[in-house]
């Protein structure tokens, strides 16, 4: 049609043509419909089958112990001052639902061991169980079946690599305590007579190299690059490798150099893992023992820490739209409250001027011994009242008798008060917690859940 016939046709000056254009272009919508209808029809037919499209890989993200009180915090926490509105964080834009966590009993008040099962295997258990059903019976995990199925498989954790949350995705044992027997299962265990896991990042050094067993050396003999120094870990260009950068732990973020060491890892990991589709679980491990040591300003570096693991994954799947990215926590940790002792207010402000967690501080606090307030000054920015300053130097003086564990929890209570932090426990609570999620097959985890149909769920989408 040319432009001059269009032109006429919207002109309201008559035009010889006009009747003939009408008709032309009455027939060309009823086409321009009928194919939109017919398209439409097509695809609703797609939505409506049973298999929608499926993820190529899967990035499978817990916070231990991040209920929901610690992302509302976190929000508060990374707030600008210098602006009206108060910023999203990730956790905000990639919220999708919520889940319960309770184990397989009526205390509802689950351990990570039960909670991981659950999230790994979509079955509930008892409390300490590593992948096995109430009666201590081996249950299939969602790495055991990605690896089954081909995958690259990869757990990126900042705690021991056999601690309970990555534990219920490979090994299958009575108790979490047996944290040498779950190592060896980590080697022994095999699909396709290989271990399971392609790349382990994290920490349990202690456990791996035993003096009955050097495990890291029969993982070199398998194949496995082996790293014991964190900073080795820019050097690693290949799989398999196992990366174990501590005895027992890694240091606490807010105590630590790289003070994004998760999600410096999950981006090493993602280049690693994603020459073949792949299942990736990264574990931000100490939310949990931050929480339950009740030390907020610890808790908010490792959230903080998490938050931008997040954003690494996010990146991942926004470049790769293909790619399942599914987040959620474990369960509660501390019954932390924003606010408390009856006053209106909650002072995440002080928290960013704490440099240390409380253990370290303690310590630091007894080395400076006479200056140990220009210490705390250094340290806290916290002005010491009267009584604070009292209540310190008595559990300083009587470092003998408790070993400087009685200044530890006076500093936390001085943190505490002064943030008007609260919190119920030094255990796990039994509150729902987030689930986040993009990518494909994200659909599947909108609304209110449980932890178990989370590990359904993905079991669905990794069926060949
Ligand atoms: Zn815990």
């Known amino acids: 049609m040319s432009s001059n016939l269009l032109i006429s046709m919207f ?173 060896d299962q980590y080697l022994d265990s095999r699909i396709a007579n290989r271990p399971k896991v392609d790349l382990m990042l994290g920490r349990g050094l202690s456990y791996f190299q035993r003096t009955d067993r050097d495990l890291l050396t029969e993982f070199n003999q398998l194949g496995y690059q082996t790293l014991i120094d964190y900073s080795q ?35 090493k990991a993602l280049s690693l893992l994603s020459a073949t589709p792949f299942f990736l679980l990264v574990e931000a491990s100490q939310i949990d023992w931050c929480g339950h040591s009740n030390d907020i300003a610890c808790a908010m570096a490792e959230v903080h820490d998490f938050a931008e693991s997040l954003i690494v994954a996010r990146q991942y799947v926004q470049q790769h739209p293909d790619t399942l990215l599914i987040a959620t926590a474990d369960h509660n940790t501390g019954g932390l409250s924003l606010g408390a002792e009856g006053k209106y207010v909650w002072r995440p402000s002080i928290l960013k001027n704490i440099t240390t967690s409380a253990n370290p501080l303690a310590l630091s606090l007894l080395k400076s011994d ?48 002064h943030s008007y932090t609260g919190w119920t426990s030094h255990g796990h609570t039994a509150e729902d917690v987030p689930v986040y999620s993009t990518g494909r097959g994200s659909d599947l985890f909108r609304g209110y859940m449980d932890n178990t149909t989370i590990a359904k769920a993905i079991f669905t989408l990794l069926a060949p």
């Open 11 to 183: 002109s309201e000056r008559p035009c010889r043509w006009n009747y003939d254009v009408k008709v032309i272009l009455i027939l060309m919508m009823l086409f321009c419909c009928t194919a939109t209808a017919s398209e439409h029809a097509t695809l609703e037919h797609t939505n409506t089958s049973p298999s929608p499209p499926k993820p190529i890989s899967i990035i499978y993200l817990i916070g231990d112990g991040m209920g929901p009180s610690y992302t509302s915090a976190y929000r508060y926490y990374q707030d600008d001052p210098n602006t009206a509105p108060i910023e999203r964080t990730v956790f905000d834009e990639l919220l999708v639902g919520m889940a319960s966590t309770y184990p397989k009993d009526t205390t509802w008040v689950t351990d990570s061991a039960a909670a991981a099962t659950a999230l790994a295997t979509g079955h509930k258990t008892y409390n300490g169980a590593i992948g096995v059903d109430n009666n201590k019976k081996p249950l299939p995990t969602l790495l055991e079946k990605a690896k089954e199925l081909g995958y690259n498989t990869g757990l990126v954790v900042t705690s021991q690599i056999n601690h309970a949350t990555p534990a219920s995705f490979v090994a299958h044992i009575d108790s979490r305590k047996r944290y040498d027997e779950i190592a």
């Open 233 to 267: 870990l820019k050097t690693l260009q290949s799989l398999p490798a196992i990366g174990l950068f501590a005895a027992k732990g890694l240091e606490h973020a807010i105590d630590s150099d790289d003070k994004t060491r998760l999600a410096t890892m999950t981006r």
């Open 370 to 417: 006479e200056s140990w307030q220009k210490t705390w000054h250094q340290k806290t920015k916290i002005p010491l009242t009267k009584k604070w300053r009292a209540e310190l130097q008595a559990a300083m003086d009587n470092r003998e008798q408790n070993r400087g564990i009685r200044l530890e929890q006076q500093i936390l209570k001085i943190i505490n008060q």
